[in-house]
Nanobody, 115 residues
Framework: QVQLVESGGALVQAGGSLRLSCTASGMTFRLAAMGWYRQAPGKQRELVARISSTGWTAYADSVEGRFTISRDNARNTLYLEMNSLKPEDTAVYYC?????????WGQGTQVTVSS
């Protein structure tokens, strides 16, 4: 079955950087549209960035210019490079894979940004 495993979350100071990874299995990764979402306590899950199977990318306004989404199809891995982190970036970050019409989610990784 499809499995998505996120890693790379940590406690970091404001202004710092982190790189999240999401490794996929049980699917044809190169054909999937992928995305990073986040959910802060008491808030709805929101889209952070997405990347199509052909490499087209889109970002939430709040992270544009600070975060970069990328994928390595040879390693079945999705990345999120996060720079200039702010306390408001604190959340659980999830990766999502969309294969045809099915969505699959990882278990999430915690990112905490201290001021």
């Amino acid at each position: 079955q499809v499995q998505l495993v996120e890693s790379g979350g940590a406690l970091v100071q404001a202004g710092g950087s982190l790189r999240l990874s999401c490794t996929a299995s049980g699917m044809t990764f190169r054909l999937a549209a992928m995305g990073w979402y986040r959910q802060a306590p008491g808030k709805q899950r929101e889209l952070v960035a997405r990347i199509s199977s052909t490499g087209w990318t889109a970002y939430a306004d709040s992270v544009e210019g600070r975060f970069t989404i990328s994928r390595d199809n040879a390693r079945n891995t999705l990345y999120l490079e996060m720079n200039s982190l702010k306390p408001e970036d604190t959340a659980v970050y999830y990766c999502k894979a969309t294969v045809i019409t099915y969505d699959y989610w990882g278990q999430g990784t915690q990112v905490t940004v201290s001021s």
